[in-house]
């Protein structure tokens, strides 16, 4: 079942996630290999040129900035003010809202993928600004001396104190107050891929785009080849995908060690998958 990573060839930076050396991965590019999946075509070079050049449109500003919430203002002012980046419902009900691609030709898209951008910005001219996986909605995250300072880029780059994120968590997600600070602490590059992942798989199973949801839970399995829920996942996608002989393989080697309450269904699919593989022989 290992023949799914031949996919990742040419995608050097998930190939580094794939070995764990976040410390050498590009987020940018990585994201790009996501984009990639839906446009096997895809030129990466006009998404990189925007941000250098975004990154250039900053210099002056942010050399003429006096502290740090300034320079934060400076960005966002670009980014949002500027280049109108900002957060729109309807990119949570196309993949398009987590392409980077799109979101900038749009100039919509999902927490995630406005953030990534910001990300990319920001490193280009020198800001130190984090990606965190908060829950619920991704922020980025900028250390000053004395204390942090969130963006929300969804939300026009809307600049928030470590007091009033943490308020906010701790009230919609019902967490403490030292879960609410461990959940804003920066992601890695991995958990920043995941996360886009998993909000691709949703929208493309909303969408029964069963083609491209077996390529995002492809990355999913290699990135977790050991999760049970991962490899289920992929057992039912690439069954409805229209492959089902890895389908049937993955479906019977899940109902060694499956839940109780997910053998009958998983039972079902198996007999679907023998009864489409018959109809290949």
Known sequence: MQDYLEEFEQDREFVKLLGRRDDEVDLTLAALEL?????PDLDFEPVLRWCDARAAELAGPIARAVGDQKILKALTDCLAG?????????????????YLPRVIETRRGIPISLSVLYLAV????????KGVCAPGHFLTRFD????PYFIDAYHQGAVHSMAATLERIMEEQEMTRSEARKALEPASPRAIIVRMLNNLKAITARKEDWKLCYKVQNRLLALHPAQYNERRDWGLIALKAGRPGPALTMIEQCLRNCPADEAEVLRDHAKLARGAVAQFN
Not at 35 to 39: L, T, V
Not at 82 to 98: C, K, M, W
């Open 35 to 39: 984009a990639r999946d839906a446009q």
């Open 82 to 98: 500027q280049h109108g980046l900002t957060g729109d419902a309807e990119a949570y009900e196309t993949p398009d809202g987590s």
């Open 122 to 129: 920001a490193d280009r001219a020198g800001i130190g600004l």
């Open 144 to 147: 000053t001396l004395h204390k």
